[in-house]
């Protein structure tokens, strides 16, 4: 059994399993910082085809066109909560996006005269960013443009953009230091994830929000845990983004210093009986949800309609 990469302990326990589209998938929860891992995994080769294989549009069931509108709304949230806390983008500062998608916040980079870079594993995702935008992509996953960029051309970053990514990888704990590397001094890490304190879903069924590529299932603590551990220090850490969602919003940037985490995460036998219940509660309010409106989606739609 793997460490905890938010821990580095090896302290699993059994969670609990989740049924989307008739195929179950277990989970298991560290008991020392409450990470929660998706132990039924898909295999590498599975994944390659996954990512690759117009991810972007099977996953929003749309064109790249409405995925980006669509996704502009919580982008544009994203950046104007991040520039109400008193942090900046800059013209002239180089950004690397991984996995972009339909390219919302490169959109909103750029309009801010950033200088641009993506990386982007779905080949149908990369020919709409290229005719759309003046960001320089890579076709690639990030593993690979790592292990084959030309170290004489290196460049180094002033901001690193992981949005819905860091839940999809495996190693995130590798996968974060290695990011580390392309930052410059004073670089930041800005990453949202989902929240696992607050597992809403607005699928037909609740288990449509438990992605099969989905990894790891963070809350605050212990992704503040892993980040600090790496030497990052927290400069932003919210889950105020997005009503219903409550996305974990982030950002941290690199340090010198040792920095040493002081939050007492309470584990254990109490810390996992808390997020059972937090779960099995939006399970039911969902499924009475289904029950009563028959459309839950429409309840969202309707609510980016007032925003
Ligand atoms: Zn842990």
């Known amino acids: 059994m793997k460490k905890c990469p938010s821990c580095n302990e090896k302290n699993w326990d059994y969670f609990r399993k989740v049924k989307r589209e008739n195929e179950f998938q277990y989970f298991l929860i560290c008991k020392n910082c409450l990470l929660i891992k998706n132990n039924t995994e898909l295999s590498n080769s599975k994944l390659t085809d996954y ?5 972007n549009k099977k996953n929003y069931s749309a064109e790249h066109n409405l995925i980006f509108d669509r996704m502009l709304i919580p982008s544009k949230f994203r950046i104007d909560l991040i520039n109400k806390k008193g942090i900046k983008f800059s ?25 641009t870079f993506a990386i982007e594993p779905d080949l149908d995702a990369v020919n709409w ?3 759309n935008f003046k960001a320089k992509i890579f076709n690639s996953f990030f593993n690979d443009w790592v292990t084959n960029k ?16 860091l839940e999809h990888l495996k190693e995130p704990r590798l996968f974060v230091s290695q990011i580390k590397n392309e930052l410059n001094k004073n670089g930041k890490l800005l990453i949202e ?5 607050n597992p809403y879903s607005d699928g037909k069924e609740w288990g449509y929000l438990f992605d099969p590529g989905h990894f790891y299932y963070y809350t605050i603590d212990n992704l503040e845990m892993m980040l600090n551990s790496l030497g990052f220090k927290i400069e932003l850490i919210t889950d105020s983004n997005l009503k219903p969602y409550k996305n974990i919003l982030c950002i941290a940037s690199r340090s010198e210093t040792e920095i040493i985490n002081y939050k007492n995460i309470i584990g254990g036998k109490y810390g996992i009986l808390k997020l059972k219940l937090i779960w099995k509660r ?13 459309n839950p989606g429409r309840i969202v739609k309707s609510f980016f309609k007032k925003i």
């Open 193 to 197: 994830i989902p929240n696992a304190n």
């Open 150 to 165: 030309d170290k004489n051309k290196e460049i180094k970053f002033d901001w690193v953009v992981l949005t819905h990514v």
């Open 51 to 55: 990512y690759k294989n117009n991810y």
């Open 91 to 115: 013209a002239g500062e180089k950004l690397l996006e991984i996995g972009p998608g339909s390219g919302s916040m490169l959109y909103l980079f750029e309009k801010m005269n950033l200088s």
């Open 282 to 294: 939006f399970e039911i309010i969902h499924i009475l949800k289904y029950l009563f409106i028959k």
């Open 129 to 131: 960013l290229k005719n």
